[in-house]
C-alpha cells in the first residue's frame, strides 16, 4: 500500500517520494518509555511471587512517595 502512495505522490510531485511506514509504531515507544514501565510491572509481579512487600522494594530504588 505504501509503494502505490508512494508512487502516485512521485507522479503528482514529479520528485521521487519515499514513505516511512515504520515511524508510528516507534513513536508509541517514544524514549523507551513502554518498555521501561513494562520492565518495572514485571519486577514488581516477580517480587510479589517472591513474597517481597512492594513497599520496601520501591523504597530500596528511590520510588517513595
Known amino acids: 500500500m505504501a509503494e502505490i502512495v508512494s508512487e502516485e505522490m512521485t507522479d503528482k510531485l514529479g520528485q521521487p517520494v519515499q514513505m516511512d511506514t515504520l515511524r508510528p509504531l ?3 515507544d517514544a ?3 513502554a518498555r521501561a514501565v513494562a520492565g518495572v510491572v514485571q519486577a514488581l509481579a516477580m517480587a510479589k ?3 517481597v512487600d ?3 522494594a520501591m523504597k530500596l530504588v528511590g520510588w517513595q512517595e
Open 26 to 28: 516507534q513513536a508509541y
Open 31 to 33: 524514549e523507551g518509555r
Open 49 to 51: 511471587e517472591a513474597g
Open 54 to 56: 512492594a513497599d520496601t
